[in-house]
C-alpha cells in the first residue's frame, strides 16, 4: 500500500486527480452557497367580524408551524400585507382569530398570492 501512495505522489497523474476532485467539490457546493429561499408577499384581507391575533406558516399537510407572523392584530374589515419567506412550492397560513379558533388556507409560493378570509371561513375552535 504504501508503494502505491509513493507511486501516486511521484506520477503525473497525482495533481490532476487532485485538480479534478476540487473541481468536483467546487461545482457541487458553489450553487448550494448561493441558493436563497425566495420572499413572498402574501395579501391577508380580514373580511370577517373576528379580529385574527395570530399568523402562522406550515409546510402544506404539517403541523410545523413557524412564529408568529404579525406584529399586531388584523381587525374585521382591515388588510395586511406580510413578506414571508418560504423554500417550498406551497405554504399553508394558519390563522388564529379573536376566540382562539383557527383558520387555514394553502398557497402556492410565487407571485403575489393572497388570502381573504370571511364570517364563512370554516373555523376549528377545538370543540
Excluded at 486527480?17 to 448561493?34: K, M, R
Excluded at 391575533?53 to 406580510?82: K, M, P, V
Amino acid at each position: 500500500m504504501r508503494n502505491l501512495k509513493q507511486r501516486l505522489m511521484n506520477s503525473r497523474t497525482y495533481l490532476p486527480l487532485v485538480f479534478l476532485a476540487v473541481l468536483s467539490a467546487i461545482c457541487v457546493l458553489a450553487p448550494l452557497a448561493g441558493a436563497t429561499t425566495p420572499s413572498i408577499t402574501v395579501g391577508v384581507d380580514n373580511n370577517s367580524q373576528k379580529a385574527v391575533s395570530h399568523l402562522y406558516l406550515a409546510s402544506a399537510g404539517a403541523d410545523n408551524w413557524t412564529d408568529d407572523q404579525l406584529s399586531g392584530a388584523i381587525s374585521g374589515g382591515a388588510s395586511q400585507n406580510l413578506s414571508v419567506t418560504w423554500g417550498e412550492s406551497t405554504v399553508q397560513l394558519i390563522a388564529e382569530d379573536e376566540d382562539g379558533c383557527f383558520l387555514k388556507t394553502t398557497i402556492d409560493n410565487s407571485g403575489s398570492p393572497s388570502w381573504t378570509i370571511t364570517n364563512s371561513t370554516p373555523r376549528d375552535c377545538g370543540y
